[in-house]
């Protein structure tokens, strides 16, 4: 709104306006108080008073000259460096690996003599077969480890997570930087940012653990910019490997620190290992039988190797470890866990008859019972001793027995046998004549001298041949288990339950390794009874899943990189996976074959007769009764496989198979084609009859 004016002389306006306020004036200045001066105290009753003194200014005193500078003391050379003070905010701080201690380098042990072809001694292949690499340890750049450490920090604090990077822990292939968060911020937030943190530091894949098993910390483990070649030798060097008393000790290779790892397959005790095509899945198998042939004799450690890719475990075919030829086909493979299966019950049952628990303690009452066994004297070169506890009795031409024994009996002893003393004690009368007057009981050529009586101990020789003999362990490796599931799915998998359950104590352990870790390979009866697994490099989180029973296998770099869950823990460890090359088990195998041929068992692949069951027993002639109905059954289909048999009679695997191996010999059914079905070449009487009236 406008203002306006209001016209002079207006009395509308005088009337509206408001008056205005008067200015106050301004009031007269106060006239000044007149100052009362203080009565003056009576003189008794008056206090001394104190003089106050003002203060002096204080005196310059003249310029000193500066003392003169004396040398610092002389600092020893053994004392440590002094601290520097950090400025600014706190470094984290970079632990180094400590370099572990190697053992003396030791002579070529030789061990006792085994089953071998013409071999004496046995003696482990020496660690100069290996190639011995200078280390490749890089030099440790704090710079860049901090600059890293600052960008996760940043990075994560953009994300509003806030903490410290405590620690820096760098290994031959990862680094490991320890994260402290901030009280109030969640571990699964920092768990969820692995691709974010990876693209801000320029690397391929970024692992969180979160958090660290007995830490407070999360740990964000960085690939390094140039990865380290971790070598065999390295490992097996180690004190850690060669002063291990287990036989079946594995070299897998080092942790994230560059520490060496090695594990023990006799406490495992079977081991589970999937891995895509190159993630170095094969390679480290190679280097889990490499360190067992570096530390057991065929006496004490035998392999089964199953190979269906034929070229993986080739190499080791003639080793003297090996219990049959590397077995390739996979029906053989069923049968070989058959008669693993077989060998555990065997083996159980020798356990309970020694009343022991394992088979490490059955060797030893099998040490025990051949300790007390006393071992005869040596022959004399320039005549054969004969026994102190003999009577040799010389029956002469035209003599009898009786005649004999009365001669023997007033002309004392003969051919030089002692006769027993008073203080000596009586020495067993093998020969001594029996109550009906006879010696036919012990004249019998088949039967040795000393086994007539009882109290006298065997001989060398029967306790070698007929007493207790040591277990080895036996240690079946599978390279690619997809293979057999495919092919006779129903009987490994009940095989390898069965020896993944109860085959620990009786000393045989397994090693499977497939490159397709899917739940039709891996199923859960398989899963369930193999407590320690190894992952190489997975494409996806559903494998790692399958594997592992949780996620982490996807973020591996390959070439080697696994995680290994050990039987005692639900932690998962990185380790980076020796190597060793071809050339290397060459050598290692050209040694152990100059020991001796092996000495193979080939009743493990010779087919057995099936044990009765529903729908057919084991007999020949129960066999040829179901061939006919089986015959029947094909006869009316165009495509049979070993399957559908059992499933229509009920069938054993290898009952079923000889069946159609059978009818293949004979022309009924085509061969194998892969795992499709067989093509039926026959059809009944009167559907060829209609063919012809066509």
């Not at 008669?339 to 083996?347: D, G, K, L, N, S």
């Not at 309970?352 to 628990?357: E, H, L």
Request: glycine letters at 6%; proline letters at 11%; a negative charge.
């Amino acid at each position: 709104c406008r203002v306006r004016a209001a016209p002079a002389g207006d009395p509308a306006w005088a009337l509206w306006m408001p008056p205005t306020p008067a200015e106050p004036s301004p009031e007269p200045p106060a006239a000044p108080q007149p100052v009362k001066e203080p009565a003056a105290a009576k003189p008794l009753l008056t206090l001394p008073q104190r003089t106050s003194v003002p203060p002096s200014p204080r005196a310059s005193l003249p310029p000193q000259p500066a003392p003169a500078s004396l040398p610092p003391p002389p600092v020893p050379k053994d004392a440590p460096p002094e601290p520097a003070v950090a400025v600014g905010p706190v470094l984290p701080l970079i632990v180094e690996p400590k370099a572990p201690a190697r053992a003396r380098p030791v002579k070529d042990e030789k061990k006792d003599p085994f089953a071998f072809e013409g071999a004496s001694s046995f003696s482990l292949p020496p660690l100069d077969l290996l190639e011995d690499r200078e280390s490749q340890r890089q030099v440790i750049d704090k710079e860049a480890y901090f600059s890293t450490a600052d960008k996760l920090r940043e990075k994560l604090a953009s994300f509003g997570i806030a903490g410290t990077v405590k620690e820096i822990r760098p290994g031959p292939v990862v680094t490991m930087y320890e994260f402290e968060p901030a009280p109030g911020i969640k571990i699964s937030k920092i768990a969820s940012l692995a691709d974010d943190l990876a693209m801000a530091m320029e690397a391929l894949k970024v692992r969180i653990v979160a958090p660290i098993p007995g830490k407070g910390v999360v740990g964000i483990e960085v690939p390094n910019k140039q990865r380290e070649t971790v070598y065999l030798r390295e490992i097996v060097e180690q004190e850690l490997f060669l002063k291990s008393p287990s036989k079946l000790a594995m070299a897998i290779g080092k942790n994230i620190e560059g520490l060496p790892y090695v594990t023990d397959l006799a406490k495992m005790p079977h081991l589970l290992i999937a891995g895509t095509t190159g993630s170095g899945k094969s390679v480290s198998v190679n280097t889990m039988i490499m360190s067992i042939l570096f530390k057991a004799t065929p006496e004490e450690v035998r392999l089964i190797m199953v190979d269906p890719k034929v070229t993986e475990l080739s190499i080791y075919e003639g080793i003297p470890h090996l219990l049959l030829p590397v077995v390739t086909d996979a029906r053989k493979a069923a049968l070989a866990l058959r008669w693993a299966v077989e060998e555990m019950e065997r083996r159980y049952q020798l356990l309970a008859d020694a009343g022991v628990r394992n088979i490490g303690g059955y060797n030893k009452w099998v040490e025990r019972m051949q300790a007390e066994v006393p071992v005869p004297a040596a022959p004399k070169a320039d005549k054969p001793p004969v026994p102190a506890k003999l009577r040799i009795i010389d029956v002469a031409e035209g003599e009898s027995e009786e005649e004999a024994i009365a001669r023997v009996s007033s002309d004392g002893p003969t051919l030089g046998v002692p006769a027993p003393t008073d203080n000596a004690p009586e020495s067993p009368k093998v020969f001594a004549q029996p109550e009906d007057g006879s010696l036919a009981e012990c004249t019998d050529q088949s039967v040795e001298p000393q086994a007539c009586d009882e109290d006298a101990p065997l001989p060398e020789e029967r306790v070698q041949a007929d007493g207790p003999k040591k277990l080895p362990y036996i240690v079946i490796i599978i390279d690619e288990v997809a293979d057999l599931m495919m092919v006779a799915s129903r009987e490994v998998e009940t095989y390898v339950a069965r020896l993944a359950q109860m085959a620990r104590a009786a000393g045989i352990h397994l090693m499977i390794a497939t490159q397709r870790p899917s739940t039709d390979v891996i199923t859960g009866v398989i899963k369930a009874n193999f407590p320690s697994r190894v992952s190489f490099q997975l494409r996806s989180k559903p494998d790692s899943m399958t594997i592992l029973g949780c996620v982490g296998a996807e973020a591996l770099l390959g070439m080697g990189d696994m995680l290994i869950l050990p039987p005692t823990s639900a932690h998962l460890e990185r380790v980076h996976g020796a190597f060793v090359s071809d050339g290397e088990i060459t050598k290692v195998v050209a040694h152990l074959k100059a020991q001796g041929k092996p000495v193979y068992d080939e009743s493990i692949l010779k087919p057995r007769d099936e044990e009765s069951e529903e729908g057919g027993g084991g007999t020949e002639e129960h066999a040829d009764e179901m061939y006919d109905q089986c015959l029947a059954i094909v006869s009316e289909m165009h495509t049979v496989s070993v399957s559908m048999l059992q499933r229509k009679l009920r069938l054993g695997y290898n009952r079923a198979a000889r069946i159609i191996e059978r009818m293949e010999r004979e022309g009924i059914v085509g061969p194998a084609n892969g795992s499709k079905p067989r093509e039926v070449l026959i059809r009944p009487v009167g559907e060829m009859h209609r063919e012809v009236n066509l």
